[in-house]
């Protein structure tokens, strides 16, 4: 840029309006970040592109150009030399201007017409954007992404216009996922994160948990073949005919009851209430093998039946009884009662005891 005095060699010098002076300067990289700053924002700011810069660096710049201020003016039938350009710099009337506008006729005196805008009018009339500018902008409109490596640590991290972020590392702790949403901890052992979202698991080895929640749990295909699914499951599949619903779903459990082809264990206990226990069904020891023991703890046994009752014992000697239409039916052998039998005389004293008299004819 040339510099030019010109004094009052022009027809007319109309100065503006002084903008507010240069009172703090900013240092910034490519991305758009500021490296480096020096004063206060009482005035107008100063931004160059530096990405080494500093705050001391910053600082020097400030000295030089602080109190600065742009005048803008018109001016006519300018005394200049034909070789200035725009940019070069004149002086006039004790202010030091730029050279904005340049109006020249080619006439005997071939004096132009000179003017620089107001601050005002240079952002809203004459949009011009530095390099700094233009490089901020190209930057921002796109995804950043940044890559770290040190001794400790590894870091990826993709961030857009914004603000929506993910970071990864890996240290040895192990890896580190973070976003928006929160963050996720995964070593060779485990992953903890708030929220784990996934469509489908398979799961080899023991599920623990303090609380499951779900709309439906479906369980198939167990290690003995059998298969299990929720009340909601059957009730959404009523259009399977009894049968189909027996070979698809051998078992359901909802909120107050189990319903099985099979339920196996060696004792069921039967509760009054979540304290009260009336008594059990169990596997007992008897005199021969291995039976079933019926026992209360409060109350009788009762065994009522809509129909038949039947009662058989297998084996070679073995036999049953019928209850049906009144009548007691044995079958099998004869009926015993005692375990001898009497001649003409009764025993006394055997009160609540059945005994046959044995009549000779």
Request: overall charge negative; hydrophobic content about 35%.
């Amino acid at each position: 840029m040339d510099k030019t005095y010109l004094g009052r060699r022009l027809a007319e010098f109309s100065p503006g309006i002084a903008s507010q002076p240069i009172t703090k300067v900013e240092l910034l990289d490519e991305n758009g970040d500021v490296v480096g700053v020096s004063g206060s924002d009482t005035g107008r700011t100063l931004t160059a592109l530096q990405p080494d810069g500093t705050n001391a660096m910053a600082a020097s710049i400030l000295t030089k150009v602080s109190g600065y201020k742009h005048i803008g003016y018109e001016g006519s039938e300018a005394l200049l030399d034909p070789a200035v350009e725009l940019g070069d710099a004149v002086t006039v009337d004790g202010l030091y201007v730029p050279l904005i506008a340049l109006d020249t006729t080619f006439d005997p005196m071939l004096a132009p017409d000179i003017s620089a805008p107001d601050a005002d009018e240079i952002d809203d009339e004459y949009p011009y954007k530095s390099p700094t500018q233009r490089q901020i902008v190209r930057n921002m409109a796109k995804t950043r992404s940044l890559i770290t490596k040190t001794s400790k640590e590894i870091m990826l991290k993709v961030e857009d216009i914004d603000g929506k972020y993910t970071e990864v590392k890996t240290t040895l702790d192990g890896l580190t996922v973070t976003d928006a949403s929160g963050t996720t901890k995964i070593n060779g052992s485990s992953i903890k994160t708030e929220n784990l979202y996934v469509d489908a698991a398979n799961i080899k080895g023991t599920l623990t948990a303090d609380k499951i929640q779900a709309s439906s749990i479906s369980v198939g295909d167990l290690k003995d073949g059998s298969s299990y699914a929720t009340k909601s499951y059957v009730d959404s599949n009523a259009g399977l005919n009894a049968n189909e619903v027996d070979n698809a779903i051998a078992t359901y459990i909802d909120s107050t009851s189990i319903t099985a082809r099979k339920l196996r264990g060696q004792t069921v206990e039967l509760l009054a209430n979540s304290n009260t226990k009336v008594g059990e069904l169990s596997l007992v020891e008897t005199t021969v093998d291995y039976g079933i023991g019926i026992k209360t703890i409060y109350g009788g046994i009762k065994l009522e039946s809509a129909t038949n009752v039947y009662l058989k014992a297998s084996g070679a000697y073995g036999g049953f009884i019928t209850l049906s239409n009144n009548i007691v039916s044995l079958g099998g052998g004869e009926l015993y009662i005692g375990s001898q039998m009497y001649g003409d005389n009764l025993p006394a004293g055997n009160w609540g005891k059945l005994f046959f008299l044995r009549s000779v004819r």
